[in-house]
C-alpha cells in the first residue's frame, strides 16, 4: 500500500500538499512513539511515525531515520516551519484527530507491522 | 579570582517530587558542608522558594555563600531547562509568566507530594495545590526566549539522562534555542559521560538535580569566578576575563 491508498482509508490530511503521495514506495512498516531518541534508533526504514510531537526536529529525526511519512495524532499539528522543512526534505506530513492508539490499530489492520526483523 | 564549586539544579519542598526536609535552612547547611559555595534553587516552574533560601544564606554566611534564583521549567515537549535569575525578582516575574502556561484542572493531586511555600526559616506560608511539575505549554524555543527575556541563562537540564532531556524528546539540540549550557547529571559526571557532549560546543556543568539534603553537591562544576554571583557564573559561562568553568 501507498500513501495515498493508507492516507485515504485513514482519513488523513496531507498537510505537505507539494508531495504526491500517490507516488509514494510501498508502506509496509510504521513505529509509534513521542521521544525522538527512541525514533531515531527504532524506527523501521521507509516506515511510518504515529506522534504527537510536533517539534521541527521530528523532521530532521524522520530524514535520519528515513522514514516516508509522519503522522500526526490528536489533532496535533506542527508550525508552517516544520511544514516547510518537512516538503523540502521529502517527508510527507499527515494528520488525524485520532488518537495515536486508534490510528496504529488500523495500520496493523491493514497489514503494516512494527519491526522488519 | 578562585575557584568555587557551584551545584546550580537543587529543588527545595516546593517541589512535589522532593524531600519535605528540603527547607531553606537545610539546603544551605547541607550546600556548606558539601563545600559548595554556589547553589542555585530550582524547583518545577516556580521561584517561589528563591527568596527565602537566599536569606537563609545570608544570614548563615553574609556573602560567602551564593544563591542563584532559578527554576526548572518543564516545556511542551516534557524537556526540563534549568533557568537561572539575575534576582529573586526577575525569577518570579518569570515564575508568574510560566504559571500562565501550566495546565488548568491539575489541582489536589497531593499524591505527587506535598508542595511548600516556606518562610527562610522552614516555616510552611502555604501549601500550592496545582501540581507545578506537570508540563507547560510553551515549547523549547519559547521557554528559552521568556528565560532570556527575564535575563537569565538557560540550560538543558541533564542532556545525558533517558527522560525529561531535551536529547531524550527531541534527538539532538534544536536550532531553534539558544541554549546558554548543557547540564550533565552526577550519575552521568561519575560514568564520565561529559565528554560526550563536548562536541555541541556549549559550556558543560554538572550539577545534583538533588531532592534530598545529602545528596547536594552530589554533581558539581568548579567555577573559577570572582564572587558567589549570579554575574560572574553568566561571565564564566561566556569565558570572560579568564573565567572558566572546570568539571571535577
Not at chain 1, 514506495?25 to 521521544?35: C, M, N, Q, R, V
Not at chain 2, 561529559?194 to 560546543?201: C, N, S
Request: net charge negative; aromatic share 6%.
Amino acid at each position: 500500500m501507498n500513501l495515498a491508498a493508507l492516507a485515504d482509508s485513514l482519513g488523513l490530511e496531507n498537510l505537505t500538499p507539494e508531495i504526491n503521495l500517490g507516488q509514494s514506495s510501498e508502506i509496509t512498516h510504521g513505529y509509534a512513539s513521542d521521544l525522538l531518541s527512541d525514533v531515531l534508533a527504532h524506527a523501521p526504514r521507509g516506515g511510518v511515525l504515529v506522534t504527537v510531537q510536533v517539534h521541527l526536529n521530528v523532521i530532521a529525526v524522520s530524514v535520519h531515520a528515513d522514514l516516508a511519512a509522519v503522522i500526526f495524532a490528536l489533532g496535533r499539528e506542527p508550525d508552517s516551519a516544520t511544514r516547510e522543512k518537512a516538503a523540502e526534505e521529502g517527508i510527507c506530513l499527515l494528520a488525524s484527530k485520532a488518537p495515536a492508539f486508534e490510528i496504529v490499530g488500523k495500520l496493523y489492520e491493514m497489514g503494516l507491522r512494527g519491526n522488519k526483523a | 579570582m578562585r575557584p568555587m564549586a557551584a551545584d546550580l539544579h537543587v529543588h527545595t519542598a516546593l517541589s512535589p517530587c522532593a524531600d519535605d526536609d528540603m527547607t531553606p535552612q537545610a539546603i544551605v547547611m547541607a550546600a556548606i558542608a558539601a563545600e559548595i559555595d554556589i547553589i542555585a534553587v530550582c524547583d518545577h516552574n516556580s521561584a517561589e522558594n528563591t527568596g527565602a533560601v537566599q536569606e537563609a544564606a545570608r544570614s548563615f554566611a553574609g556573602d560567602l555563600f551564593g544563591v542563584i534564583a532559578g527554576m526548572e521549567i518543564t516545556t511542551a515537549e516534557e524537556a526540563h531547562i534549568v533557568a537561572l535569575f539575575p534576582d529573586v525578582e526577575s525569577a518570579m516575574n518569570a515564575s508568574d509568566e510560566v504559571a500562565c502556561h501550566l495546565p488548568e484542572g491539575l489541582t489536589g493531586v497531593r499524591k505527587y507530594g506535598n508542595q511548600y511555600v516556606m518562610d527562610a526559616t522552614g516555616e510552611v506560608i502555604r501549601e500550592v495545590d496545582a501540581l507545578l511539575s506537570w508540563a507547560s505549554d510553551l515549547t523549547v524555543s519559547q521557554t528559552v526566549t521568556l528565560i532570556h527575556k527575564h535575563g537569565g541563562l538557560a540550560v538543558a537540564a541533564h542532556v545525558d539522562r533517558p527522560s525529561f532531556s531535551i536529547i531524550s524528546q527531541l534527538g539532538f539540540m534544536p536550532e531553534d534555542a539558544e541554549f546558554d549550557a548543557v547540564e550533565i547529571s552526577a550519575a552521568g559526571a561519575k560514568d564520565g559521560r561529559a565528554t560526550e557532549f563536548e562536541a555541541l560546543g556549549y559550556p558543560i556543568i554538572v550539577a545534583s538535580d538533588a531532592h534530598f539534603p545529602d545528596n547536594i553537591g552530589d554533581g558539581k562544576a568548579l567555577f573559577h569566578i570572582d564572587s558567589p554571583v549570579f554575574s560572574e557564573v553568566a561571565l564564566a559561562f561566556k569565558g570572560v576575563g579568564n573565567r572558566s568553568i572546570q568539571l571535577a
